[in-house]
Nanobody, 125 residues
């Protein structure tokens, strides 16, 4: 059973930092595409950041570029999202995603075949 479990969310103030983690289990996620998405209340899910199989290629949404950093630790089967200079508009449930069929950077949610349950990030002004 493949599982992705996010953690690290919480309530912070504008300008603060948070690091989200996504622990993968059930198989090795070395060599697969992984990414982060988010969904705010009343809005559609949106792409945040993605990394290719090696972690050497990344892509970010314009709204988070320069503030967020995606990384992966293959030895721990874990994906991270370092979030700095948080803004109230970053408030959302953040989801980790993986696709074991592809190796590249995927920015479309429908391209992923595994999802975590999400972790809430709330940024107060």
């Amino acid at each position: 059973q493949v599982q992705l479990v996010e953690s690290g969310g919480g309530l912070v103030q504008a300008g603060d930092s948070l690091t989200l983690s996504c622990a993968a289990s059930g198989r090795t996620f070395t060599g697969v595409a992984m990414g982060w998405f988010r969904q705010a209340p009343g809005k559609e899910r949106e792409f945040v950041a993605a990394t290719n199989w090696s972690g050497q290629t990344t892509r970010y949404a314009e709204s988070v570029k320069g503030r967020f950093t995606i990384s992966r630790d293959s030895t721990r089967n874990t994906l991270y999202l370092q979030m700095n200079s948080l803004k109230p508009e970053d408030t959302a449930v953040y989801y980790c995603a993986a696709d074991v069929r592809r190796f590249g950077v995927l920015t479309i949610g429908d391209d992923y075949n595994y999802w975590g349950q999400g972790t809430q990030v709330t940024v107060s002004s």
